[in-house]
């Protein structure tokens, strides 16, 4: 549920509930008919985003361009895992500006990415038309982590479980953004992504 919203536009979800609050947050799906988006039966397990494995598929899950923080200075803190590290699929949470093919080129956007075809877990970022990535010194695996993503235009960063991983001025988002978080199929396989906790605001 959401528990605080003020000035900064201060927004806390804990996905404790027994279904995804469609009223504030919702579904971007590109591709594919089966994909479920569903709260987990287990113990702080949050959403589940399961892709449908009939094709490339995606789902954004975001705040229906409710566009509340400031690519000048705002931050998103997420607990995030996926259940497969291996295969071909992508796995974002952060902010973007607008829904349409989540976080990809022409788009503005900041994210902590899990890449299977990249080692560690990487900060991305998009200024509406080039993308850019670097990595982390932390392996991707099945595990939850803890991510922070930072923007104040032109230096986006990321944190992981509590620690200051990189920091980079390429590519930074130039408008205003919404959270969101992300599963992709790049191939005809079934993937899941769960998130369990998001904290935005603007700094």
């Known amino acids: 549920d959401q528990l605080n919203m003020n000035g900064k536009?201060?927004?806390v979800e804990t996905f404790s509930g027994d279904a995804l609050d469609t009223d504030r947050w919702n579904l971007d799906v590109d591709d594919g008919t089966g994909n479920v988006v569903a709260m987990t039966d287990e113990v702080d397990g949050g959403v589940r985003i399961t892709t449908s494995g009939s094709g490339y598929d995606r789902v954004v899950v975001a705040f229906n361009n409710k566009r509340q923080y400031a690519h000048t200075g705002a931050e998103l803190i997420g607990v995030r895992k996926v259940t497969s590290s291996t295969g071909n699929h992508v796995n974002h949470i952060g902010f973007v500006d607008t829904l349409g093919?989540?976080?990809v080129s022409g788009r503005h956007f900041v994210s902590a990415e899990f890449h299977s075809g990249v080692?560690?877990?990487?900060?991305?970022?998009g200024d509406g038309s080039a993308i850019s990535r670097i990595s982390s010194g932390v392996a991707r695996d099945t595990n939850w982590h803890t991510f922070?993503?930072?923007?104040?235009?032109?230096t986006t960063g990321l944190s992981v479980d509590g620690a200051l991983e990189v920091t980079k001025t390429s590519n930074p988002p130039a408008t205003n953004m919404q959270p969101a978080f992300e599963e992709l199929a790049n191939d005809g396989v079934a993937y899941?992504?769960?998130v369990r906790y998001v904290e935005a605001y603007n700094t």
């Open 119 to 125: 080692t560690n877990y990487s900060l991305q970022s």
């Open 148 to 154: 922070k993503v930072r923007t104040t235009n032109p």
């Open 9 to 11: 536009q201060r927004m």
């Open 192 to 194: 899941q992504g769960q």
């Open 101 to 103: 093919n989540g976080f």
